[in-house]
Antibody, heavy 117, light 110 residues
Framework: VQLVESGGGLVQPGGSLRLSCAGS????????MAWVRQAPGKGLEWVAN????????FYVGSVKGRFTISRDNARNSVYLQMNSLRVEDTAVYYC???????????WGQGTLVTVSS | QSVLTQPPSVSAAPGQKVTISCSGS????????VSWYQHLPGTAPKLLIY???KRPSGIPDRFSGSKSGTSATLGITGLQTGDEADYYC???????????FGGGTKLTVL
């Protein structure tokens, strides 16, 4: 199982960024997927997750209306479209795959998003 | 402020045992399964325990989990310097319709 994130970088407040996560080594369409972030000096924070068929999505309150999670099972990829970015969205963003009994069993190495003027 | 409460830090000597608590409520730990994660900042978090007390393959039996009421506990025996990391509990909270992590506990092996 491998998860590889991409798309991070430096963006100004109010800007947009799209993160991608490519999965391999497993049947991608069988699993919930999630994005989790860690801001500098802070703990892990779940951002969003998406069901296998993409029909159910959940978001943490602070990103609702600004971030959109989506997936393309044909491309074995999950995405996070981030709009109206704020300084407090600065973090390492990790992609994670569902495991047994409501857990996140596999994680990517993360991609850094920096929101700064 | 997370709905799951963990102590900010714990410490113990090499070879000793340590426990990390995770206190929740009837809407989360009372209803769903807790998992535990080990994280060194800048690296991929690692799943240690799922469903309160089950270990994924490859996780040594030095790591254990338990539940009592609306609290969960991670135990680590035979502490090694390589165990120094941040530890997080996590769960799906059905009333929030959110996945939540505890605030994290920094383990220092003295």
């Amino acid at each position: 199982v491998q998860l590889v994130e991409s798309g991070g970088g430096l963006v100004q407040p109010g800007g947009s960024l799209r993160l991608s996560c490519a999965g391999s080594g497993f049947t991608f369409s069988n699993y919930w997927m999630a994005w989790v972030r860690q801001a500098p000096g802070k703990g892990l924070e779940w951002v969003a997750n998406i069901k296998q068929d993409g029909r159910e999505k959940f978001y943490v309150g602070s990103v609702k209306g600004r971030f959109t999670i989506s997936r393309d099972n044909a491309r074995n990829s999950v995405y996070l479209q981030m709009n109206s970015l704020r300084v407090e969205d600065t973090a390492v963003y990790y992609c994670a795959r569902d495991g047994n009994s409501s857990s996140w069993s596999h994680w990517g190495q993360g991609t850094l998003v920096t929101v700064s003027s | 402020q997370s709905v799951l409460t963990q102590p900010p830090s714990v410490s113990a000597a090499p070879g000793q045992k340590v426990t990390i608590s995770c206190s929740g409520s009837s809407s989360n730990i009372g209803k769903d399964s807790v998992s535990w994660y080990q994280h060194l900042p800048g690296t991929a978090p690692k799943l240690l325990i799922y469903d309160f007390d089950k270990r994924p393959s490859g996780i040594p039996d030095r790591f254990s989990g338990s539940k009592s009421g609306t609290s969960a506990t991670l135990g680590i025996t035979g502490l090694q310097t390589g165990d120094e990391a941040d530890y997080y509990c996590g769960i799906w909270d059905n009333s929030l319709r959110n996945w939540v992590f505890g605030g994290g506990t920094k383990l220092t092996v003295l």
